[in-house]
């Protein structure tokens, strides 16, 4: 059979899952590595639960299994076409129900949705454990390359490292991911000539300092006749003054 055409969403792209479409969010996938076909990644009311504050809505969730021995489970994104030259910004806000769960969370980059060997960690996740913070969940940001431009595809990746509660859950709140500005140093404006400066009597200077070994350097200072002037101490070291 024919492999179906791959149609990358547009950037800058964004979701936020406690109010997204049923359409928007069929876009995201699972990927189930976990042995046996324990539960994996889905969309479902109170993902992110505790009995005296339920979560907003719908989320994808993942319910961390005490049957399973090791879950290793992917929440797959839409394709976006990403150039090599270029860098993005990735933002997402995750939570996880259980402060001592122990499990690895991490954001991976991967050319096949359906194929976890094309995946790699391009950055770790920090969920929030706070119950009572569901509506405000910290953002975390991570910046990512490609070494060749095509289509990729990110995913939240969770791990279990031992034996869990089947109350743990995790959850994704929002995902984000749009082209990174580049950010263009001001070219620096000479000074005229003829030009001179009286240390003594300047208030501020465009002078800057070079440290060549790690200590003192130089500093506007006051000197022996207590006038403020560019002044170095000889015995921590030297320095290299520059306009």
Known sequence: PEEPEVVPVELPYAIDFTTASTDDVAAWT???????????????QYGYYHS???????LPSIELNSSAEVQNDYWVSPAFNLKAD????????????????????????????ADA???????????????????????KETTIEVAESGFYYLAVHVVTESTQSSSNNFDVHSFAIEEKPEVVEPEAEP?????????????????????????????????GFNMEKPAVSISAGYGVMEE
């Open 191 to 223: 000074v005229a000539l003829p030009y001179s400066i009286d240390f003594t009597a300047a208030a501020n200077t465009e002078w800057t300092t070079i440290d060549s070994n790690g200590s003192l350097t130089w500093s506007y200072v006051a000197d």
């Open 52 to 58: 005296s504050n339920p979560a907003p809505g719908y």
């Open 30 to 44: 699972a990927l189930d590595l976990t042995e046996e076909g324990y539960s994996t990644w889905k969309y479902q």
């Open 117 to 139: 060997a094309t995946f790699a960690s391009v950055g770790t996740l920090s969920p929030c454990m706070d119950y009572v913070a569901y509506t405000n969940i910290p953002t």
């Open 86 to 113: 270029k860098k993005y910004v990735v933002k997402s806000q995750t939570s996880a129900m259980n402060t001592s769960l122990p499990a690895t969370w991490t954001l991976e980059l991967g050319k096949d949705a």
